[in-house]
Each structure stands twice: as C-alpha cells, then as structure tokens.
C-alpha cells in the first residue's frame, strides 16, 4: 500500500487542537465548528502570470496563508481557496493567466456564500488576495437582497490592512525599505511569496523578471497603484490600462529583484496581526449565533 500523502489530505490543526479547513471536517465536525465559532474565511485567489520567478498561483498561496496563521491563532475556519480569479482587461491574454467570466465569478463565489449561510456560517469573510476587489462586493449585495442569505458578510483584501506599509520608501523596519510602489508580480507581491512559499520562488530569476519601462495611460498623479494605497483620484480599476502583454510581457510589472524575504516577513505579519485582532473583536462582538440584522424584512419593500 503507498504511503504517499497528498498535501490535501495532511489534516491541518489550529493551535485549539481544531481542525482549520471546511473540506477536511466531517459534516458532525462542522456543527460543532459553528456553535463555537461560526466565523469562515474563503480565501479568493487566481491562477496568473506572475513572471519568472513566481508561481502563478502566488495570489491564492498568499491569502490561503495568511488565512490559515489567522484561523490557527483565532479558530476560525478556512473553506477551501477559489484558485481561478475574475481579472480586469489588462491581464487577459498573458500565458499562464486563467481569467473567469466576472458574470460566471460572481455566480459561483455567490453559491459558495450562501450555502455556508446554510451550513451555520453567518459572518462571512470573502478574504480577496487578487485584483479583483471591485467584483466581490457585488456577491455581498446579491446574496442579501437576491438570495435572502441572513448572515453578516464582509469583503477585504490582505494587503488593505497594512496600507500604512506600502508607501513607496517605506522603511518596514531599521535598514529595510520598500523602494517601490505596490503594483504586480513586482518587490512587494514577491516578497510576500518569498516569505510564504520560499521553496516556489527562483531567486536566481529574480533580475532577469524585471520590467524594461514602467508605462501608463495616465499619470500616476491621478491613477492609483495596486492596493489603492495613495487615495489618487482614480482607483487602478477604474481605467483601462496597457495590455501586459504588450508592454509586460515577462508578466512582472515592476522590479523583483528588489525583492526580499525579510520584506515580506514584516509585511505579512503585520497583517495577520491586525486580521487577528479584528477577528477577536468580531468573535466578542458578534458571539456564535448571533448575526446583526443586515438584511431586509418582505415588508420593507413597498414598490
């Protein structure tokens, strides 16, 4: 018989002695699970073109970890990542980049609300880790008013918890700077990598990922980066950008090789100390069970 041991199958426990994954419980585990916390986090993520160094499935790797580190310290559940992502223009066409429909996105991350409402879930985090922050909020308005879903739900990205950090300068801590602005497959988003998933990263390919030009429709005095970490006036999803293809055809959109794994560890910590911290706050707030009325009653709507 073979001893080998898929990396789905290796049960992964919280520091409760619980189990953190939605798929690796029983239905009897998953009862329990929510009289005692009925928090979930579903990571969302896509498979991308993150250049030469990075894995393409660096966004969902991220956000399933930080995921788990705060599951592991909160108790929380962690339901199984959505690895394929809905993508803005730019990307499509860029070899290794599997865009989903947004109308097909929305429809499957909206399925996958609901009946964790159904399966005693009632507050919800859709924990984004991709360039898709402008779609998700659709699916907490659909589920509320379409579906009927009575369950608190809250959309946010990883890298929103740690804006003060982004700024292009920063120094994370004595001697580390962030040197560049939060933009794609670039310092920030490979180091990041670099920390949670070391063995996927190829430093030796780090300079040879580097962009030839950084290039914009718009100047940067009016369009945000990444993140929307500056407050310009036009947040990165609202204009059509270059293709990268075409102007970023290596798939990095900005410089790795100033890249670090020390850079990343600050980063990420510090958002899972602050995801964590809000976690308890919500757990404290909002015990198992008990939901704040955020949806409307049949006889709300007079037409």
């Not at 986090?41 to 073109?49: H, K, M, T």
């Not at 879930?121 to 360039?131: E, Q, R, T, Y």
């Not at 602005?181 to 920390?195: G, I």
């Not at 270059?242 to 020390?262: L, Q, T």
């Amino acid at each position: 018989m073979s001893e080998y041991e898929s990396r789905f199958s290796r049960p992964v426990y919280n520091k409760f002695g619980g189990k953190i994954y939605l798929d690796q419980m029983t239905v009897e585990e998953i009862q329990e699970r929510v009289k005692e916390n009925d928090i979930v986090l579903v990571p969302c993520g896509s498979i991308e073109n993150h250049g030469l160094a990075a894995p393409v499935g660096e966004d969902t790797l991220i956000g399933t970890y930080i995921a788990e580190r705060v599951a592991y310290e909160t108790g929380v559940t962690v339901a199984p990542p959505i690895f394929y992502g809905s993508h803005p223009s730019h990307h499509y066409g860029m070899p290794g980049t599997i865009p989903v429909e947004k109308e097909a996105y929305i429809g499957y991350v909206l399925s996958v609300v609901k009946w964790l409402s159904h399966a005693g879930f009632k507050k919800i985090v859709l924990f984004n880790s991709h360039g898709q922050e402008y779609v998700l909020p659709i699916v907490k308005d659909l589920a509320i008013i379409r579906e009927g879903v009575r369950a608190l739900i809250l959309v946010t990205s990883w890298w929103a918890w740690v804006r003060d950090l982004l700024q292009a300068g920063k120094e994370l801590k004595p001697g580390l700077v962030l040197e560049t602005p939060f933009v794609h497959a670039d310092e920030l988003e490979t180091s990041v990598t670099w920390y949670v998933a070391p063995k996927l990263v190829k430093p030796e390919k780090l300079r040879e990922s580097d962009a030839e030009e950084m290039v914009a429709v718009i100047p940067d005095k009016w369009v945000d980066k990444a993140g929307n970490v500056y407050g310009r006036p036009f947040s990165w999803y609202d204009v059509s950008h270059y293709m990268e293809i075409h102007h970023y055809p290596k798939g990095s959109v900005g410089y790795p090789s100033k890249a670090s794994r020390e850079k990343g560890e600050v980063v990420v910590e510090a958002a899972i100390k602050r995801i964590v911290e809000f976690i308890e706050w919500l757990r404290e707030t909002y015990p198992p069970g008990k939901v704040p009325r955020v949806w409307p009653e049949p006889g709300d709507f007079r037409y």
